[in-house]
Protein backbone atom coordinates (compact mmCIF):
# COMPACT_ATOMS: atom_id res chain seq x y z
CA UNK A 1 0.00 0.00 0.00
CA UNK A 2 1.12 3.33 -0.74
CA UNK A 3 -0.31 6.54 0.59
CA UNK A 4 -0.74 9.88 -1.86
CA UNK A 5 -0.93 13.59 -1.66
CA UNK A 6 -1.62 16.52 -3.67
CA UNK A 7 -0.82 20.08 -3.70
CA UNK A 8 2.83 21.51 -2.14
CA UNK A 9 5.31 18.99 -0.98
CA UNK A 10 4.31 18.48 2.84
CA UNK A 11 6.56 19.24 5.81
CA UNK A 12 9.07 16.91 6.67
CA UNK A 13 7.67 16.49 10.28
CA UNK A 14 3.70 16.16 8.96
CA UNK A 15 5.33 13.30 6.31
CA UNK A 16 6.74 11.66 9.43
CA UNK A 17 3.86 11.54 11.10
CA UNK A 18 1.35 10.32 8.76
CA UNK A 19 4.13 7.60 7.63
CA UNK A 20 4.45 6.31 11.22
CA UNK A 21 0.97 5.91 11.23
CA UNK A 22 0.96 3.46 8.59
CA UNK A 23 4.12 1.43 9.56
CA UNK A 24 6.02 3.71 6.85
CA UNK A 25 4.78 2.92 4.03
CA UNK A 26 5.64 5.54 1.06
CA UNK A 27 4.30 8.41 0.51
CA UNK A 28 3.88 9.46 -3.21
CA UNK A 29 3.86 13.58 -3.32
CA UNK A 30 1.98 14.79 -6.79
CA UNK A 31 1.84 18.34 -7.52
CA UNK A 32 0.35 20.08 -10.59
CA UNK A 33 -3.17 20.91 -9.74
CA UNK A 34 -6.48 20.15 -11.63
CA UNK A 35 -6.41 22.98 -14.21
CA UNK A 36 -3.43 20.39 -15.75
CA UNK A 37 -6.06 17.29 -14.91
CA UNK A 38 -2.97 15.52 -13.41
CA UNK A 39 0.20 16.59 -12.36
CA UNK A 40 3.83 17.68 -13.45
CA UNK A 41 5.97 16.75 -10.57
CA UNK A 42 5.83 14.25 -8.40
CA UNK A 43 7.27 11.44 -6.03
CA UNK A 44 8.87 7.74 -7.62
CA UNK A 45 8.58 4.17 -5.77
CA UNK A 46 11.42 3.19 -8.13
CA UNK A 47 13.76 6.37 -7.17
CA UNK A 48 15.37 7.17 -3.85
CA UNK A 49 12.94 9.39 -1.79
CA UNK A 50 13.30 12.08 0.68
CA UNK A 51 10.14 13.39 2.92
CA UNK A 52 8.49 16.04 2.22
CA UNK A 53 10.52 16.37 -1.34
CA UNK A 54 9.33 15.39 -5.40
CA UNK A 55 11.88 12.94 -6.82
CA UNK A 56 10.95 13.50 -10.67
CA UNK A 57 8.49 14.24 -13.25
CA UNK A 58 5.19 12.76 -13.88
CA UNK A 59 4.82 10.33 -16.80
CA UNK A 60 4.34 12.25 -20.36
CA UNK A 61 5.11 15.69 -18.73
CA UNK A 62 6.62 18.06 -20.89
CA UNK A 63 7.88 21.66 -19.61
CA UNK A 64 8.32 24.90 -21.86
CA UNK A 65 8.86 28.52 -20.36
CA UNK A 66 7.85 31.28 -22.70
CA UNK A 67 8.73 34.68 -22.71
CA UNK A 68 5.73 37.64 -22.62
CA UNK A 69 5.79 37.06 -26.47
CA UNK A 70 4.81 33.64 -25.70
CA UNK A 71 8.08 31.92 -27.62
CA UNK A 72 10.18 29.31 -25.80
CA UNK A 73 13.48 30.32 -23.81
CA UNK A 74 15.95 28.29 -26.25
CA UNK A 75 18.19 28.24 -23.75
CA UNK A 76 16.38 26.92 -20.82
CA UNK A 77 13.98 24.99 -22.82
CA UNK A 78 13.91 21.07 -21.92
CA UNK A 79 11.64 18.41 -22.91
CA UNK A 80 10.89 15.92 -19.67
CA UNK A 81 9.63 12.68 -20.33
Given at each position: ?40 IQGRLLQ ?10 SMSTGFVILDEQ ?12
Open positions: RVLATTGEASDIDDNLWLSSRTCYKPIVECCGGTELASSYPQAFGAFSGPGNPYVSIVRRIF
